[in-house]
């Protein structure tokens, strides 16, 4: 199978190339990005792609798609359909299903499902046995058997002394572990961030001072260790600051942030109620302006969704009841484009170092470059188009941008040289 995608402009960050030209693609993989007028011979597929942009496929390195257990809210097929709707080609699913992903067998399940995807689904594998914070579960079998990284993602490990022994074991493993970081210990409502919008709700909420504390403490571990560490979800100035300084020290730190952090604040549970509920919760105008500024000055590495579906009736419940969590595969783009692109803060080849480029390092995948012989994962977006956000893909809808007017709508998305998504079909 060939293809030819011409008069396109070519956002590729592994190889820092911003320039109009053709990609062909032969067989799965980039044979060829030069000039229009170099390109000839058959074609299978041939895409005009004049105003678009063409990026290495996006990598979310934190989804769930809540398979097994709770497929009523999403399975590894409609997950996938989702992140291929939203210019995704690679995805890595959290280890906190039912059951979670603490032994080989449930690993092998969800990378089998995965397969019979268009897409790349990754799985990262707990931490503890039972996601419990007492055991450690057998890392190097779940390596072996294709453990992208380790994460307890939903539930902080508290136990200092064995997470230390996580991260010397990872750090021997050469994987990567994700941190959930929110102290328990000073929450009272999660979901909610303990300031004015919780004091107007009757709320305490959940402060900033839980998931400081934790970072401050797993930076630190994980600079004495050589582990690699992801701080999922950032959401605090005061975390914000402490991966940077950790990063300066030497320690071998990465921060992921949400779309919905660096758009919205917690005045958005005041408008969209258990729609605007997460943990880490939304917090201040002061501290999305700092995960903004974290974005530029490189404190913060990665764009990254925790698409987190639930059902309508279980949004529907009071708020301190709800669960936490919303979507954010199929709007992650046009967020980023509107939100860090056109106001200026973020240029489009530093918008795919994010949301590409990044990732892929941290998982030590070789994509994240648009050059000849290389996969052919990329993601084809107008930049400029405006889009109303509705109709998920996802088997779930919850998510506060229903409804929102977006820059940046993603045309097509290809896969191992295949159009695993393609706009209005």
Known sequence: M??????????????????TGSIVISDGTIFRVGDCAEMDGEFDTVIDGKGLVAAPGLVDVHVHFRDPGLTYKEDIHTGAAAAAKGGFTTVVCMANTKPPVDNVETLRYVLEEGKKTGIHVLSAAAVTVGLAG???TDMEALKAHGAAGFTDDGIPIMDEKLLKTAM??????????????EDPAFIVNNGINHGAVSDELGIYGSPAL?????????CMIALHTGAAVDIQHISSEGAVRLVKLAKELGARVYAEVTPHHFTLTENAVLEHGTL???????????DRQAIIEGLKNGSIDMIATDHAPHSAEEKA???TQAPSGIIGLETALGLAVTNLVRPGH??????????????????????GSVEEGKAAD??????????????????????????????????YTICGGKIVYRDGE
């Not at 060939?2 to 320039?19: A, T, Y």
């Open 2 to 19: 060939r293809m030819l995608i011409k008069n396109i402009r070519i956002v590729s960050p592994g190889n820092g190339l911003d320039r």
């Open 134 to 136: 007492k055991e450690l």
């Open 168 to 181: 010397e074991e990872a750090a021997r493993l050469d994987l990567p572990l994700s941190f959930h970081e």
């Open 210 to 218: 839980a998931e400081d504390s934790l970072v401050a403490r797993d």
């Open 276 to 286: 605007a509920k997460m943990n880490p919760p939304l917090r201040t105008e002061r």
């Open 317 to 319: 419940k009071p708020l």
């Open 346 to 367: 973020l240029s489009l080849l530093e918008l795919m170092e994010k949301m590409s480029l990044n990732p892929a390092k941290l998982y030590h995948l070789d994509s």
């Open 378 to 411: 990329l993601v084809l977006f107008d930049p400029e188009e405006e889009w109303t956000v509705g109709e998920f893909a996802s088997k779930s809808s919850n998510s506060p941008f229903t409804g929102s007017r977006l820059y940046g709508k993603v045309k």
